[in-house]
């Protein structure tokens, strides 16, 4: 069966400090991965998607940066925090099937992300 | 993408069916309506998706108006576990990734 995984599930970083975040899955392969970060009391909006290494693609203009360096494996990160970047920041795949695309995205637990 | 409109809040009793209503007017005809829910600090959890017929599985029905406008899930026995953030999505049916849009959501709230 097929697990996602992400790190930390808790952050606390002070603004201007770098960031990493880390997601993998296992159990599959080839899968789409997205990233996504949640505002306080807002709805879930779609950062960055790739559908295979090394291609990403950026949905938002933002401080923050996506990269892929193996199949199952998808790191957020920025350079320097801002406040604005505190989040819940959550990592999903979806199988890679071509040409239908109407599979579920399975989310991952969730890195919550404090910046002060 | 097509948008949605859901009420932000519901409340329905344990036990009781729960009817959450939603409202994309302008859905395009290659576009799916997915529902997902998101319990409190958790990532959204896939609950069903429809094109033009109604759908059913183990955890909901999801039931779509002839002209596509709007559709309602139905969760047939209510339970407290029920309790979460539920989100109408549509999106098309499209090679690559999957970009799903989440608005607000409906918060439902299950009552003993």
């Known amino acids: 069966s097929q697990t996602i995984h992400q790190w930390p599930a808790t952050l606390v970083q002070p603004v201007g400090s770098p960031l990493s975040l880390e997601c993998t899955v296992e159990?599959?392969?080839?899968?789409?991965l997205y990233w996504y970060r949640q505002a306080a009391g807002r709805g879930l909006q779609l950062l960055f998607y790739?559908?295979?290494?090394?291609?990403i693609s950026s949905e938002v203009p933002q401080n923050l940066s996506a990269s892929r360096p193996q199949d199952r494996q998808f790191i957020l990160s920025s350079k320097k925090l801002l406040l604005s970047d505190s989040g819940f920041y959550l990592c999903a795949w979806t199988p890679f099937r071509m040409p239908l695309a109407t599979d579920t995205q399975y989310f991952g637990p969730g890195t919550r992300l404090t910046v002060l | 993408d097509a948008k949605t409109t859901q009420p932000p809040s519901m409340d329905c009793a344990e036990g009781r069916a729960a009817n959450l209503p939603c409202n994309h007017s302008t859905i395009s005809g290659n576009e799916y309506v997915y529902w997902y829910r998101q319990i409190h600090s958790q990532g959204p959890q896939y609950i069903i998706h429809g094109l033009k017929n109604n759908e059913t599985n183990e955890m909901a029905s999801l039931i779509i108006t002839e002209d596509r406008k709007s559709s309602t899930l139905i969760l047939p026995h209510a339970t407290l576990r029920d309790t979460a953030v539920y989100y109408c999505?549509?999106?098309?049916?499209?090679?690559?990734?999957?970009?799903?849009?989440f608005g607000q959501g409906t918060r439902l709230t299950i009552n003993p």
């Open positions: 790739s559908v295979g290494i090394g291609q």
């Open positions: 159990g599959t392969s080839n899968p789409n």
């Open positions: 999505i549509v999106s098309p049916d499209f090679q690559g990734a999957q970009k799903l849009v």
